[in-house]
């Protein structure tokens, strides 16, 4: 590239994301286990929608998301009004770092924060500035130290990924409280559906300005292929990101189908029964194979091996398996997997796997 063609400061310093596997050679179908991914599909509601909605796809989507806002608003029982849709919940994330950090401001977020965060304050221009947890639970007091008068954004998973730990609503509170004025806190809501009795945030941004909750469509919804995200906030925010986002960022057929699906109130509660009873299953077959995990608040769980080497045996031999999971060394968890829990069957069929593999090894 000639020497004059230079991105902004920062971009090259991003690593680029690497999503979980999806193929195995030689294996026809494997049981992909690897991007907490619904392993269920996507409702039969949303397909059906999509569909229907093909036959006028020669015409421009709403600009407004006027009737997925709404259907969200009624669900969730929230203003319409303070809702954005986005390509993913990740469009959300990017447009917050890009309205409300750039060059000389930090980003912050937790040691095991989601591997996308650096990336979306490296883009703006931003400085990433992380803070260590405690035993994999992110430390509210580690997160109020490393806040300096540069600090715009929080970012903070909450259930965490791949961590799978919950930090109470009063711990929130906490750093909300704590936050000085020019400082947004993001609760990136990714895994709200899964932790039983947690509202996502919703509750504490109707009651503060600087709170901003995201969530998607992309792990409960089993639609993430579809990429659709929402984030609730205040209206200053919202009509912040509102003027920067592309006014046709959602496809006609994302939107029918993320409305088909939100409505689908079986199909959520049906999912998250299974998932509540699985989780359960996996992890306490886990701990009888001596494998250890944190309490999972989410649709994986994080199984902590002996050693590094222990754990990509593991990978290895669950691989030859056809199953795939996901190393996460690269969140600083070298010795575990990540595995999402999946139908009774598949449950079933890691636990065997890796009871095999203890026998063998
Ligand atoms: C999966 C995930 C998301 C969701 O991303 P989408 O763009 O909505 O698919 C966001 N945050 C975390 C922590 C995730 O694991």
């Known amino acids: 590239m000639p020497a004059p063609i230079r991105p902004q400061p920062g971009i090259l310093e991003i690593a680029p994301y690497k999503g979980g596997d999806s193929a195995i050679t030689g294996v026809d179908t494997p049981l992909k ?38 259907a969200i608003a009624e669900m969730h029982g929230l203003d319409a009004d303070r809702i954005i849709i986005g390509v993913g919940s990740d469009e959300v994330l990017t447009l917050l770092a890009m309205a409300f950090a750039g060059p000389g401001d930090e980003v ?57 730990t919950l930090l109470e609503n009063a711990e929130l509170t906490r750093l909300a409280d704590g936050l000085p004025a020019q400082c947004l806190l993001v609760l990136d809501g990714a895994y709200a559906e899964f932790a039983e009795g947690y509202d996502g945030g919703a509750a504490m941004v109707g009651a503060r300005d600087n709170v901003v909750m995201t969530r998607t469509f992309s792990k409960l919804y089993g ?14 925010v919202i009509d912040v990101l509102t003027r920067i ?25 049906t999912c998250q029964q299974v998932n509540a009873e699985q989780r359960a299953r ?54 575990a997997l990540r595995i999402t829990v999946g139908r009774p069957e598949d449950v079933t069929r890691v636990l065997d796997a890796l009871a095999e593999f203890r026998g063998i090894s």
């Open 108 to 164: 912050l977020y937790p040691e095991y924060g989601f591997s996308m965060y650096p990336i979306f304050a490296l883009s703006a221009g931003a400085t990433p500035v992380v803070a260590p947890e405690a035993g994999r639970v992110v430390d509210v007091d580690a997160l109020l130290a490393r806040i300096t008068p540069a600090t715009r954004l929080i970012y903070l998973a909450n259930p965490a990924n791949p961590t799978t």
């Open 282 to 335: 996996l992890s306490g077959g886990l701990r009888q194979l001596g494998i250890q995990s944190d309490d999972s608040h989410t649709n994986f769980v994080l199984a902590r091996f002996a050693s590094e080497t222990e754990a990509l045996a593991a990978d290895a031999y669950l691989k030859s398996q056809g199953i795939l999971v996901r190393p996460v060394k690269g969140y600083g968890f070298p010795d």
């Open 33 to 70: 286990l690897s991007s907490n991914e619904n392993p269920f599909g996507p409702p039969p509601s949303a397909v059906a929608a999509m569909q229907a909605a093909a036959a006028n796809i020669h015409r421009y989507p709403s600009t407004d998301h006027a009737p997925l806002r709404q």
């Open 245 to 269: 986002r592309g006014p046709f960022n959602m496809s006609a057929i994302a939107l029918a189908g993320a409305e088909a699906a939100v409505r689908d109130r079986a199909f959520a509660r």
């Open 223 to 236: 639609l993430g292929g579809l990429r659709v995200g929402w984030g609730y906030a205040s209206p200053h």
